[in-house]
């Protein structure tokens, strides 16, 4: 079966300009959550969704949001783009939650900020 | 929150020795713990999960062992081989949410 895509894999942005990344996820999962990977800070959650619904957020600014569509498709933005916000950004499925079944990831978007 | 704790942060081994990687919890409401692999140029793979009702599981060269007392597991690799150099986490869940919290991860390098 089709594993988690995230497109693009690479975007190169610069500082105040916003960005939006997209997640499709294993056929059938409808949770589906995101973290932000650097070296400094590991792997750091943002948010998860479940059915259209943020049901899990984290400890980031609100410039960072996300959705997901009713074919469990995810999308995040972040506006106002700082030089910190440079990372990996991974997109992880799960049937219905990590706590039960754990995650499949993506192959992450790289996103530099310039 | 969940704090997860992992050592070492670098590993080395030579080829067909054992790595034991470790890591620790703080909330005791945690029943689900799995362990990825990280490659470079690619997400985390999970290769390996216990849930607190078993003490150990083995799938192959790999295990990962339990100590709910303790709140701490551990990832067993035996016979390591070259293609095992990766970037090991171990990840739990905070509390009942559904979602993972990961530790700081393990580079680990086979030589030869």
């Known amino acids: 079966k089709a594993g988690v895509t995230q497109t693009p894999r690479y975007l190169i942005k610069t500082r105040g300009q916003q960005v939006t990344l997209s997640c499709s996820p294993i056929?059938?999962?409808?949770?589906v959550s995101w973290y932000q990977q650097t070296p400094g800070q590991g792997l750091q959650f943002l948010f998860e969704?479940?059915?259209?619904?943020?049901?899990n957020k984290g400890n980031f600014p609100g410039r960072f949001s996300g959705r997901q569509f009713s074919n469990s498709r995810s999308e995040m933005n972040v506006s106002t783009l700082e030089l910190g916000d440079s990372a990996l950004y991974l997109c992880?499925?799960?049937?219905?939650?990590?706590?039960?079944?754990?995650?499949?990831f993506g192959s992450g978007t790289r996103l530099t900020v310039v | 929150g969940e704090n997860v704790e992992q050592h070492p942060s670098t590993l080395s081994v030579q080829e067909g020795d054992s790595a034991v990687i470790k890591c620790t919890y703080s909330?005791?409401?945690?029943?689900?713990f799995p362990w990825y692999k990280q490659e470079l140029g690619k997400g985390p793979q999970l290769i390996i999960d216990?849930?607190?009702?078993?003490g150990e599981k083995k799938d192959q060269r790999i295990a990962v062992t339990l100590n709910k007392t303790a709140k701490h597991f551990s990832l067993h690799i035996t016979e390591t081989q070259p293609e095992d150099s990766a970037v090991y986490f171990c990840?739990?869940?905070?509390?009942?949410?559904?979602?993972?919290?990961f530790g700081t991860g393990t580079r680990l390098q086979v030589t030869l």
């Open positions: 992880a499925s799960s049937l219905s939650g990590a706590n039960n079944y754990g995650y499949t």
């Open positions: 056929s059938g999962h409808r949770s």
């Open positions: 969704y479940f059915s259209e619904t943020q049901r």
């Open positions: 909330d005791s409401a945690s029943n689900y």
């Open positions: 216990i849930r607190s009702n078993v």
């Open positions: 990840a739990a869940p905070t509390g009942t949410a559904s979602k993972l919290t």
